[in-house]
Nanobody
Framework: QVQLVESGGGSVQAGESLRLSCAAS????????MAWFRQAPGKEREGIAA????????AYANSVKDRFTVSRDNTNNTVYLQLDKLKPEDTAMYYC??????????????????WGQGTQVTVSS
């Protein structure tokens, strides 16, 4: 099994920054791709950033491109999501996800079968 634990969420003002972490453990390869999703109240879960260690591939949703940055530290099997220039519309529960053997950057929810419990980000104006 694979365990994912997110942390780093909080309440900030618009324009401020946060860094989310996702610590992965279990039967996971350092080559497996990972992604971040978010879900705001009353809305569907949205894929916002994906990272593949092989080839250092990344993908971002248009809504966060140029403001969010995904990265991975293989020494401690942790994926990070740097959130800059936060806006009130970024308020959501943020989740990391992965799938064993996944080798493509994907923002499609059904591509992933392991999920963390989420960390809340609240941005006020």
């Amino acid at each position: 099994q694979v365990q994912l634990v997110e942390s780093g969420g909080g309440s900030v003002q618009a324009g401020e920054s946060l860094r989310l972490s996702c610590a992965a453990s279990g039967a996971l390869s350092s080559s497996d791709c990972m992604a971040w999703f978010r879900q705001a109240p009353g809305k569907e879960r949205e894929g916002i950033a994906a990272f593949c260690p092989v080839g250092d591939g990344t993908a971002y949703a248009n809504s966060v491109k140029d403001r969010f940055t995904v990265s991975r530290d293989n020494t401690n099997n942790t994926v990070y999501l740097q959130l800059d220039k936060l806006k009130p519309e970024d308020t959501a529960m943020y989740y990391c996800a992965t799938r064993r053997g996944l080798r493509i950057t994907s923002l499609i929810e059904r591509q992933y079968n392991f999920w963390g419990q989420g960390t809340q980000v609240t941005v006020s104006s």
